[in-house]
């Protein structure tokens, strides 16, 4: 008897999932309805664009100042070195038969090479940072733009 049973129930529970979604079918959804969740879709979207350009942004103004910094080091390091190299130049004009003098004048003219490239590199990389920062900005502008029009539209 509880065999039955269970074989009966478990007859209908398989036919429960067979028939009940067959049964079933999905309602109509008219063409505004979708036309308005794409929509929606395209201002989310559109929205956490925004928000992950402003996030960039954030980042690229924080690391404005250090970018500045550098610059300004890199700049102070090339003069100090051209100083030094010009120091050197002219002790070695007084004494040009110094072979001492001429290494130490060939090692401060290197150095000032170096720290001039090095400030030159500084400069550019501020001007990159500073080229992205208002990149990023006009993209949050055109977003914010578009969205606005889009929430005006969906409206």
Not at 16 to 38: E, H, N, T, W, Y
Not at 88 to 109: F, G, I
């Amino acid at each position: 008897m509880k065999k039955i049973i269970s074989i009966t129930c478990a007859v209908v529970f398989t036919l429960s999932f067979i028939i009940i979604p067959a049964k079933m079918v999905a309602q109509p959804v008219s063409g505004d309805s979708v036309a308005a969740l794409k929509t929606q879709k395209n201002i989310l979207e559109l929205s956490k664009k925004i928000n992950d350009n402003k996030i960039k942004l954030a980042k690229l103004e924080n690391s404005l100042e250090q970018k500045t910094r550098e610059m300004e080091d890199t700049q102070r390091e090339a003069e100090k070195s051209a100083r030094e190299n010009s120091t050197a130049a002219d002790k070695l004009s007084n004494d040009a038969q110094d072979k001492a003098l001429a290494r130490r004048a060939k090692k401060s003219a290197k150095e000032a090479k170096n720290d001039s490239r090095h400030a030159r590199i500084a400069t550019a990389n501020l001007k990159d940072l500073k080229d992205d920062i208002e990149s990023v900005k006009k993209k949050i502008a055109s977003d914010e733009s578009k969205l606005s029009s889009l929430s005006a539209a969906s409206n």
